[in-house]
């Protein structure tokens, strides 16, 4: 099983407060992915990063932003949350293997804000 | 990044085989064809990868034609704990960032 991490699993907070979700992995993957989705809804992809210092927006336009200081680490950050922003948010790292190149995703964080 | 298309729903039973068709009309010459399983409140699990023809492992079978445009994944003997959302992704192997789609639904009943 691969090590991906998310934290929080569940946050509700207020309109205009400022959250980071963080996702650590310790696999090592240069590749990461931070994936929004509603229930029973489709994964938007919304950033990625192929490495340190590298970070692309997705196809679903997205007010958050995020780092890559860390190879193992790829927080996303909201300045000012709105209630838009409730949603499932998950975190994934990728590598090719002898399988492919497969993605790992993480428990998620499912953010309400009211 | 090509799109891809697929059947919304699929019911089936237990013990049966089942065919989920996925078409990707644009799909590029070095493109791969990625299947993912997600369960609610989950993140999607990689199932299987291919480039043509036939692909198996442990869990699935990957049939991809030659003009490559359709692929379907077989679940031999599923059983209720299929019961899941199955993704077809279309990308190329480096891991280029891929795109989800609605995926799948599959039901299986006893």
């Known amino acids: 099983e691969a090590d991906i991490y998310q934290t929080p699993r569940y946050l509700v907070i207020g309109t205009g407060k400022k959250i980071t979700l963080e996702c650590s992995q310790t696999?090592?993957?240069?590749?990461m992915y931070w994936y929004q989705q509603d229930p029973g809804m489709e994964l938007h992809l919304i950033h990625y990063?192929?490495?340190?210092?590298?970070?692309e927006k997705g196809d679903l336009s997205s007010e958050s932003t995020v780092s890559r200081i860390r190879t193992e680490h790829f927080p996303l950050t909201l300045e000012s949350a709105r209630p838009s922003h409730t949603s499932q948010y998950l975190c994934?790292?990728?590598?090719?293997?002898?399988?492919?190149?497969?993605?790992?995703f993480g428990p998620g964080t499912r953010l309400t804000v009211l | 990044l090509a799109k891809t298309t697929q059947p919304i729903s699929m019911d089936s039973y237990e013990g049966q085989e089942v065919n989920i068709t996925c078409s990707h009309n644009?799909?590029?010459?070095?493109?791969?064809i990625t299947w993912y399983q997600q369960f609610p409140s989950q993140g999607p699990r990689f199932i299987i990868q291919?480039?043509?023809t036939k692909v198996t492992n442990e869990v699935a079978s990957l049939f991809i034609p030659a003009d490559r445009k359709s692929s379907t994944l077989s679940l031999p003997r599923v059983s209720l704990s299929d019961t899941a959302v199955y993704y077809c992704?279309?990308?190329?192997?480096?891991?280029?960032?891929?795109?989800f789609g609605k995926g799948t639904t599959l039901s299986v009943s006893s």
């Open positions: 994934a790292s990728s590598v090719y293997s002898g399988r492919g190149n497969e993605q790992f």
């Open positions: 696999m090592g993957h240069d590749k």
């Open positions: 990063s192929y490495g340190v210092n590298s970070t």
């Open positions: 644009n799909i590029a010459t070095n493109d791969y």
């Open positions: 291919g480039y043509k």
């Open positions: 992704l279309v990308g190329d192997r480096a891991g280029t960032a891929l795109i």
